[in-house]
């Protein structure tokens, strides 16, 4: 491998774990803009052991506006990643595993739940930014 192809690998890699931390930063912050423009449209997630599924932005997006909000004063979540374990599969696609720290605090409802989980995650490079997609 090439000096350049090197440099252009860890490039690469620094801008996905980039991309993960902002996901993490606004989704905590409710910056719902700002996470829209990290994800391609078609992007595929399932959490909590696959009970909530989405294929496409516009049914995620409503979905984490209605969970997450923290304009909502008595809901507080907090999200922490590390540990990331990422793979470049080609120059346009690589994979992620994240390990993943998540407090969330309903104060209406007098519930406190803390939870640990990895993310599995794909990544899409879409005119030269990296997207996550699933």
Sequence with gaps: MS??????QL???EAIKTLKHRY????????????ESLLTED??????????VFDNRADL??????AHDASATHILGYWHVTMPEITLVSAERATGIWAMYHVFLDKRAQQQLEMFAYYDDEYRKQDGVW????
Excluded at 24 to 35: A, K, V, Y
Excluded at 43 to 52: C, E, L, M, P, R
Excluded at 61 to 66: D, H, I, K
């Design 43 to 52: 992007v595929q997630a399932s959490y909590s052991d696959g009970a909530y």
């Design 3 to 8: 000096n350049d192809a090197a440099v252009r």
């Design 61 to 66: 997006m409503a979905f984490l506006r209605g």
């Design 24 to 35: 993490i930063r606004s989704m905590t912050t409710s910056q719902w803009e700002l996470m």
């Design 11 to 13: 490039l690469d890699i």
């Design 131 to 134: 997207r996550i997609c699933s």
